[in-house]
């Protein structure tokens, strides 16, 4: 069955210089890449993604991490993954959460680390069901930056809409 899924590649991995290796490995599901940017963080898009973990004592310390300032690294490169299972075989490839429970040859266990503060910097985030990827990928992206039509769109017309462009 084909999904969708989102992958983040996190402040970490990006400061560590990973993403082409960690593109290489996820290039190993030959699954097809339908979205991919890099996104500077706001707490607002952090907490939203985490929203699951608010009331954990770490949380703002995840928000911080996702956010870049735990390695003076503002973005996140987020991309959507699309094919058959795509979710379970992203999901396998990255491993467990926590790096120090993830097969070593995972993407978790070769490059993911905890913190002294207790924090799991795990290089890469990928969705755990098709419902949390539904709600990521709405999260992260709009429809137009998605090549294809995973979900159900309408057109909207807004009324003063002001949004940046170029000068």
């Known amino acids: 069955m084909n999904q969708q899924t989102?992958?983040?590649i996190k402040p970490d991995g990006l400061v560590k210089s990973l993403t082409g290796n960690i593109l290489t490995r996820l290039?190993?599901?030959?699954?097809e890449i339908i979205a991919a940017k890099v996104v500077q963080v706001s707490r607002e898009l952090a907490a939203e993604h985490y929203r699951h973990m608010k009331d954990q004592p770490f949380f703002p310390e995840l928000l911080?991490?996702?956010q870049g300032t735990l390695h003076n690294r503002r973005k996140v490169m987020a991309l959507v993954y699309w094919g058959d299972s795509a979710i379970q075989r992203v999901r396998q490839l990255a491993g467990a959460t926590n790096p120090e429970e993830a097969e070593p040859t995972s993407i978790r266990g070769s490059y993911g680390r905890i913190t002294s503060k207790g924090v799991y910097e795990n290089v890469i985030h990928t969705s755990g069901c098709e419902e949390d990827a539904e709600?990521?990928?709405?999260?992260?992206?709009?429809?137009k930056e998605v090549i294809m039509d995973?979900?159900?769109?309408r057109q909207e017309?807004?009324?003063?809409l002001v949004r940046?462009?170029?000068a």
């Open 64 to 66: 911080d991490y996702l």
């Open 27 to 31: 290039s190993e599901t030959k699954l």
């Open 135 to 143: 709600r990521e990928i709405k999260l992260w992206f709009e429809p």
């Open 6 to 8: 989102l992958i983040l």
């Open 157 to 160: 017309t807004v009324e003063k």
């Open 150 to 153: 995973v979900y159900p769109t």
């Open 164 to 166: 940046t462009v170029w």
